[in-house]
């Protein structure tokens, strides 16, 4: 989906509902305001209108990722330690050791 603003996002909700929920009137409209943009795909229309009533919001929903962690310095000195020790060991192998 490409990534719209808040406002634009609103805009195609706004002209999807004024054409009673019909798809090629809203690119129709959306292609003669912005005629150098690509129109959305019929899919980004649908989930926006999908999305909205559940998240009160066009921005969709969250989505959760993995906490990041750092290197800290005996991590780092373990590996070191384990590839001069046997420098022929898969990395693979190596993490999951």
């Known amino acids: 989906m490409d990534k719209y603003t808040p406002q634009e996002r ?3 909700l706004t002209i999807f509902i004024e054409n009673n929920r019909s798809i090629i009137a809203t690119q129709r409209k959306l292609h003669q305001k912005y005629f150098k943009r690509p ?3 019929k899919t ?5 209108h999908a999305n909205f009533p559940q998240y009160d919001t066009t921005a969709g929903r969250l989505h959760s990722r993995r906490q990041q962690t750092s290197p800290n310095a ?3 000195a373990l590996v070191r330690d384990s590839v001069a020790e046997s420098p022929e060991t898969l990395t693979g ?3 999951s050791q």
């Open 93 to 95: 192998r190596r993490g």
């Open 10 to 12: 609103a805009e195609i």
């Open 39 to 41: 129109v959305p795909h």
């Open 74 to 76: 005996e991590n780092v």
């Open 44 to 48: 980004t229309i649908y989930s926006l």
